[in-house]
């Protein structure tokens, strides 16, 4: 695999997640160092660290059944060891309360950004979420 197949395989390793519902990917595929932050489409919209946006990506994932996502227009950016992925993003499920045994259908319609770096391979080291709709 040349480096543009394998960054986007790392970008849909996370987003797959939310269908297979393997979460032991998400730490495989993000860079463990304070140096990694992340914005989210969701709340809370602060910036985050390494250990909360698991958490966050954890429970989001758990929290939505039939989950689909849909990458488009991807464009890939390399700088030597970093990337730049810039990306439309429809991500769609049903968000599910276990307590009321409801469920409320799910479609956002976004923008992502990831910078990844290559630590022997490619790690997520930022992401930036953002809903356009």
């Given amino acids: 695999m040349n ?3 394998e960054i ?3 970008i ?9 519902k393997d ?6 595929i993000h860079l463990n160092d304070s ?3 992340s914005f989210s489409d969701l709340p809370p919209y602060d910036l985050k660290d390494y250990q ?6 954890e429970l989001r994932f758990v929290s939505i059944s039939d989950y689909t996502y849909e990458i488009k227009n991807p464009k890939i950016s390399l700088f030597g060891d970093t990337a730049v992925v810039a990306l439309e993003l429809i991500q769609k499920g049903m968000l599910v309360d276990n307590k009321a045994y409801t469920g409320e259908h799910l479609i956002i319609t976004g923008r992502a950004t990831f910078v990844l770096v290559k630590q022997p391979t490619w790690k997520i080291a930022h992401i930036h979420l953002s809903k356009i709709n």
């Fill in 52 to 57: 909360t946006t698991i958490e966050l990506e």
């Fill in 12 to 20: 849909e390793t996370l987003f797959q997640a939310g269908i297979t």
């Fill in 8 to 10: 986007i395989k790392v």
């Fill in 3 to 5: 480096d543009n197949e």
């Fill in 35 to 37: 140096k990694f932050s």
């Fill in 23 to 28: 979460l032991s990917t998400l730490r495989e």
